[in-house]
């Protein structure tokens, strides 16, 4: 089974350490520039969502490239981009719906998510599990749970104002 | 590379800016962050310079591991002569800040001058510009933020700014960035606001290539294990710093009406637990934030729930907040706390230092040395929540006669409302203490009393020392990079064998502040945490820079030395009520009236005091008044101070 990156936004606190960690493994320097993943803000707010690569099934990044340098990793499945046929045209930067495709105006070059073949630094270093690494079909669990646990909340709260009334 | 991260000395008279490398023999003496700015600022202020006039130096810095691959290095340190107590001016604060300016390209910023208008310095990837602050000027903190990345179209900027307090001169006024980070302490708003600087704009993304990026990584996680695995940053990851001030309170260690009473009775509502209730109804379930890379996530976000302000969104409220705004006012409402810890943040002003001010302004007037006359008419009593925050808004915008007296700070405030004001006044060194109450714990009476930029509990408090950890456990803190085989007491009432830890903590604490790590990250509260054999490595993987744990603690003592050297040339004299190393009389003539059995009654020894101060100037080789002999100076490479080597 394929795995995939389980983001639970709400769980965030904004620190940035995946964005540091992916650097760090990918590049051996600090920039979160040249991170994969990135924690959008609304600080004003206290909102912070972690973005970054779907690994989408019909893949605009791949289906777009006019030189056919996207491909899907066969046994990890995940997009990697071979450097040897990219003409850096940023044309995947364009297409991708969530912006998890990157630039890096150092090296001039396309980059994004590889999972770091396997295991995901920035799910490692995540002490509060924002960031999970799990069996693409788990994805929706938590939400499940959530949920359920809402309308169970619900009944027991109905039930105890009929109770009253 | 770390090392490769640059020094600018930027002059608002005249528009100069000069970049300049910070050469390897000034990093191996002073390392980085709060160490390398005590010598700039040695070097690069005048003896007797006016704290708000152009001769000041404002230092701005990240600590040397700072955006690097460690743990919790976001801290950032502000330094200048202080114009709260015209001695040392130093202030750390987290965030996102200091990352941004390594990558940007730079670790410390030396302003000196006053720019003609209101102005903000503009730091990207290397390059510096000063820019009109005309529009920005008035702004709130988080405005001002906001309006910095509208003009100039990028929304990933981050700023260290000030508020209102900071433009209206409030000797307390802070430096703040994001919603809640502040360099609270010593006025160094108040230092940016004399240059007519409204904030130092940064936004980076240069490489900091990690020496050895392999071993840094699994380090670093090595590192959070440690850090996370301690049981008091699991309770500060949940409850924020609120959980401190509620055990310190349960057991008769804070302070309130103004240190009349060390513990606040009925505070149900400003409980850790009650506060944290009302960040879970008002921002969910996961309510705790965090400064850059941190893993402890010590900060709450939350809407004040009620009244005027109700529904505006702000983090903390942290122990201060509860002190200043509840304890020490007798407020005890959260309402209060939430609207009080909202005020400051956006006017940008120390809230500790404003609570302590405000609280001493309600004892003066219930013994009528303040009268309705100078409050003009406000019952300024204690536990008069309206009257509290009232007081916040008149200090910051010095209205009226006694907000005005008050934004002064306390020791010019007590001369010009006389009477025998000042012997209510609580501080050290013309600044206001904590709201925790020192008198059942000796060695942390000598940790306000000898902290560098005046009552302080950030600069070299045992904490621990509540913990009554057994003595093998303390002697292999305590004896290590450096061999001690003197007494150490797991009694926190004793006076033996504190002098040192004092002494330890101080050179652990210049330390992390040289590193640019959080001190919840080392020995501050939790007996396991990182110290002096941990940092030899992070250093290395990270910069490259091989450095032994003596070797570290060679530096701190050099840094605190120079600190003390500046204290010395602006006026420091032991015995000094406003200048000294000394307390408060209430400490010594007024037993703690509340509490545990084990503090009720407590006060601290004046003998036994001096004795420990002695003690505490041997460690550090300083003579019988606090100064640092030749021999010391010589050892430790001060003797040619100042030296210019940057």
């Known amino acids: 089974m394929e795995k995939v990156l389980m983001i639970n936004y709400q769980k965030c606190t904004g620190c940035r350490l995946c964005e540091l960690v992916c650097s760090v493994m990918h590049d051996g320097v600090s920039n979160p520039a040249r991170s994969r993943i990135k924690v959008m803000k609304w600080e004003a707010e206290g909102l912070y969502v972690p973005m970054s690569c779907q690994q989408c099934e019909d893949a605009p990044c791949m289906n777009v490239c006019p030189v056919k340098a996207i491909s899907r990793d066969e046994d ?31 090296d001039k070059k396309v980059f994004k998510c590889d999972l770091c073949g396997g295991d995901p630094q920035c799910v490692r270093f995540c002490e509060v599990k924002a960031i999970e690494y799990v069996d693409a079909d788990r994805v929706s669990n938590y939400k499940k749970k959530d949920a359920a646990e809402r309308l169970s909340a619900a009944q027991k709260e109905g039930a105890a104002l009929q109770a009253a009334m | 590379m770390a090392l490769n991260r640059k020094i600018a000395y930027i002059d608002l008279s005249t528009g100069d800016i000069e970049i300049k490398p910070i050469p390897l023999e000034v990093r191996k003496k002073f390392l980085g962050g709060r160490g390398l700015d005590a010598y700039l600022l040695l070097n690069h202020t005048e003896k007797g310079c006016d704290p708000l006039g152009p001769g000041n130096a404002l230092i701005i810095s990240a600590g040397i591991l700072t955006a690097t691959c460690a743990s919790a290095t976001a801290r950032a340190h502000f330094m200048a002569k202080s114009p709260l107590t015209n001695l040392l001016g130093s202030a750390n604060m987290g965030g996102f800040f200091a990352p941004e300016l390594a990558w940007a390209g730079f670790h410390h910023l030396v302003i000196k001058g006053k720019a003609e208008k209101p102005v903000y310095i503009w730091i990207h990837n290397g390059e510096i510009e000063i820019r009109d602050a005309g529009q920005i000027w008035g702004k709130t903190t988080t405005d001002t933020q906001w309006a910095i990345r509208d003009e100039l179209g990028d929304e990933d900027i981050k700023s260290a700014v ?100 060390n513990q606040c009775e009925d505070a149900d509502d400003i409980e850790p637990e009650r506060i944290d209730e009302v960040c879970e109804e008002t921002m969910g379930p996961y309510h705790m934030t965090g400064c850059f890379a941190c ?57 500790l230092e404003i609570g302590s001010m405000i609280s001493w302004a309600m004892e003066l007037y219930e013994l009528g040395i303040l009268t309705n006359k100078d409050t003009d008419g406000l019952d300024l009593k204690f536990g008069n929540d309206e009257a509290l925050l009232e007081m916040v808004e008149r200090i910051c915008f010095r209205k009226g006669w006694l907000g005005d007296t008050l934004a002064d ?125 941990d940092w030899p490595k992070v250093l290395y993987y990270n910069t490259g820079l091989e450095m032994s744990p003596e070797e570290i603690w060679d530096i701190a003592e050099r840094c605190n030395n120079l600190e003390r050297l500046f204290n010395l040339r602006e006026g420091l004299k032991r015995d000094d009520l406003k200048k000294g190393d000394t307390l408060n009389h209430r400490y010594f003539d007024e037993p703690c009236r509340r509490g545990a059995p084990d503090i009720i009654g407590m006060s601290i020894d004046r003998k036994k005091f001096n004795k420990m101060l002695d003690e505490f100037y041997e460690h550090h080789n300083w003579d019988k008044n606090g100064v640092p002999t030749p021999k010391t100076l010589k050892r430790l490479g001060l003797d040619q101070e100042p030296s210019h080597l940057v």
């Open chain 2, 295 to 351: 893993q402890v996530h010590c900060r709450a976000q939350y809407k004040v729930p009620s009244g005027p302000l109700a529904g505006k969104y702000d983090e903390g409220p942290e122990y201060t907040s509860l002190g200043a705004f509840g304890g020490e006012p007798d407020c005890k409402n959260a309402e209060t706390v939430f609207a009080g810890n909202h005020l400051v943040d956006q006017y940008g002003v120390d809230n």
């Open chain 2, 162 to 261: 000030i508020g209102p307090a900071g433009e209206n001169l409030v000797t307390f006024a802070n430096i703040m960035t994001g919603i809640k980070n502040s360099a609270g302490r010593t006025g160094m708003g108040c230092v940016m606001g004399s240059k007519n600087l409204k904030a130092v704009a940064v936004r980076g993304t240069m490489d900091i290539e990690i020496a050895h990026p392999v071993e840094a990584l699994e380090y670093n996680k090595q590192f959070i294990d440690q850090i996370t695995s301690a049981k008091v940053n699991q309770t500060q990851g949940t409850l924020g710093t609120p959980f401190i001030w509620g055990a310190t309170n349960s057991w008769g260690g804070v302070r309130t009406r103004n240190f009349q009473y």
């Open chain 1, 76 to 106: 990890l499945g995940f997009l990697t981009v071979d450097y040897d046929i990219c003409i850096g045209c940023r044309s995947c930067v364009a297409v991708c719906p969530f912006g998890a495709m990157n630039y890096n105006i150092i």
């Open chain 2, 409 to 533: 700070g306390g020791l010019p405030a007590a001369e010009k409302i006389g009477k025998n004001s000042f012997d209510y006044l609580i501080q050290v060194k013309g600044m206001n203490n904590l709201h925790s109450d020192e008198r059942g714990t000796p060695a942390l009476a000598l940790n306000i009393a000898t902290a560098s930029r005046g009552s302080d509990h950030l600069r070299s408090r045992p904490a621990i020392d509540l913990y009554h950890l057994p003595e093998k456990v303390l002697r292999k803190i305590y004896s290590n990079p450096i061999p001690y085989d003197g007494p150490l007491s797991s009694e926190h009432t004793d006076y033996e064998g504190k002098a040192w830890e004092v002494y330890w903590q101080e050179n652990c604490y210049m330390a992390v502040d040289c590193l640019g790590i959080c001190k919840y990250h080392t020995v501050f509260l939790g007996a396991t945490l990182p110290n002096f054999e």
